[in-house]
RNA sequence: GCCCGGGUGGUGUAGUCCGGCCCAACAUGUGGGCCUGUCGAGCCCACGCCCCGGGUUCAAAUCCCGGCCCGGGCGCCA
């Protein structure tokens, strides 16, 4: 039967055991030859002495390409001078599939390679353990969202990616075909999980794939990224903050918990963060920008510049609260007082902002206004609107970048280290 | 899109400032050889590289122009 490398210990010894894996490395010592197996949950020393393993066996060995997947199988040896204090002495070695030499790059981490080296090489890239180790994590943040939030009563649903306007003005969309019709790739799920409060679910999360034809050339975003987003009626934007904080916090908690052979891999140590996180509003942003030398005229987005200066001042993941209503898309929520600001927040992580959220207007009129206000035409956003006019219930939401999370967790310096196969400006391959 | 810095064996770098001592160096790799305790194995031999297109010059990896691509920063954006 099969097992993974980690399986097997050195109590096991004398016990044969059938691993599957590939040759990460060979190491000929003329009548010892030590064959290093990989497989996803790490390595296992395959030993042959010359004199103890078959001819054939040792001769296979012996050729082996690195890289090439192989079946091996063997008695455990507990041996302390073995890595992990056992090795293979293997009865059977199969070649399942040679690989090509010379290698696109270095598995073994010897020689480095540079990220747009290794985006272009993914598959070989993504063998290297500490790659595979922030795709291990990123698959127990995913597990960890759903989990936490079907247990406060959200339920998961899909929307439609294919749509036929913008969703909030402010960028830019990629344009597709649809039979005889023009439609686009959707930038967010706002009004389709707007349009599920009108429809009574109460609690809804979506985690899908958002689009941004933006020509940005940074560090921190792509043109196709991983949302997660919730909505929930009933409730205002304290309300939604308070989710965002506890999912964080929950998400921490199980990392540490369930990835601490991952955590260790990429030399992070997780933090869980103390709830409730700070909240710092906007026009305090500000002075704290003002204070270190970056001034933003108020009513104008934070630069990175300013929000790095905050970051500096406040550690981990805060709140930024009261956004300029004019600052943020047409349906967040003013305040009641003070109409010139609104009920929105953004969750930062340091300098990067993770998350935006708010409370949304849920009066017809109202919205209609500020849609027009925003220079948007009402009618474009027909079937969105009618979901206003039948009892809509007061609610409130947030969308959280799936990448820029990951990033901030560990401390990534490039997001496109959290994607698999990264779409940018350049990149549309592989 | 803008500003800066880059593009040299499969990979990662040195060399470019100040053209010739560069038929290009180092590491890793690849092929072969030696070696029974490696774990970045070691030792010996060999193989393999100047982004593309123009220009200047007796002479270009090196200088100039254009293009494409990469990195960092900015902008836009989340």
Not at 70 to 97: H, R, S
Not at 132 to 137: D, L
Not at 268 to 275: A, H
């Amino acid at each position: 039967m099969r097992m993974y490398t980690s399986e097997i210990t050195p109590e096991m010894d004398g016990k044969v055991v059938k691993l599957f894996g590939w040759v990460h490395e060979v190491r000929d010592h003329g009548g010892l030859i030590f064959l290093v197996l990989r497989d996803r949950e790490g390595f296992a020393q395959i030993t042959l002495p010359k004199k103890v393993v078959s001819k054939e066996v040792f001769n296979t060995a012996r050729s082996l390409k690195r890289e090439s997947v192989v079946a091996v199988e063997g008695k455990v040896k507990a041996e302390p001078k073995a890595p992990n204090g056992f090795e293979i002495i293997p009865d059977i070695i199969t070649l399942l599939n040679e690989a090509e030499a010379p290698l696109p790059l270095e598995v073994t981490e010897k020689v480095p390679a540079e990220l747009d080296t290794r985006l272009d090489y993914r598959f070989m890239d993504l063998r290297r353990p500490k790659v595979q180790a922030i795709f291990r994590i990123r698959h127990q943040v995913m597990q960890s969202v759903r989990e936490f939030l079907s247990k406060e009563g959200f339920i998961e649903v899909n929307t439609p990616k294919i749509v036929s306007t913008a969703t909030e003005g402010g960028t830019e969309l990629f344009p597709i075909s649809y039979f005889e019709k023009e439609a686009f790739l959707n930038q967010s799920p706002q009004l389709y999980k707007q349009v599920l409060m009108g429809a009574g679910f109460e609690k809804v999360f979506e985690i899908g794939p958002i689009f941004r034809a933006e020509e940005h050339n940074t560090t921190r975003h792509l043109n196709e990224a991983i949302s997660i987003d919730i909505e929930m009626s009933f409730t205002d934007h304290e309300g939604v903050m308070g989710v965002l904080e506890r999912l964080i916090a929950k998400i921490c908690e199980d990392i540490n918990q369930k990835c601490s052979k991952y955590l260790d891999l990429l030399g992070i140590k997780l933090e869980i963060p103390e709830l409730p996180l700070p909240r710092i509003t906007y026009e305090e942003a500000l002075k704290m920008a003002k204070s270190k030398g970056e001034e933003i005229p108020w009513g104008e987005d934070l630069s990175l510049q300013a929000l790095k200066a905050i970051g500096e001042e406040i550690n981990g993941y805060y709140f930024i609260v009261d956004w300029p209503t004019d600052a943020k898309p047409f349906y967040v929520m003013p305040h009641e007082n003070r109409p010139e600001i609104s009920k929105s927040f953004d969750l930062m992580h340091s300098w990067l902002e993770l998350a935006s959220g708010a409370q949304r207007i849920h009066r017809y009129d109202v919205l209609v206004n500020r849609i027009k206000a925003k220079g948007l035409q009402p009618e474009s956003f027909g079937f969105y609107l009618d979901a206003f006019r039948y009892g809509m219930p007061p609610h409130a939401g947030w969308g959280l970048g799936a990448e820029r999370l990951l990033m901030s967790l560990l401390d990534l310096k490039n997001i496109r280290e959290a994607v698999l196969f990264p779409r940018d400006r350049q990149r549309l391959v592989p």
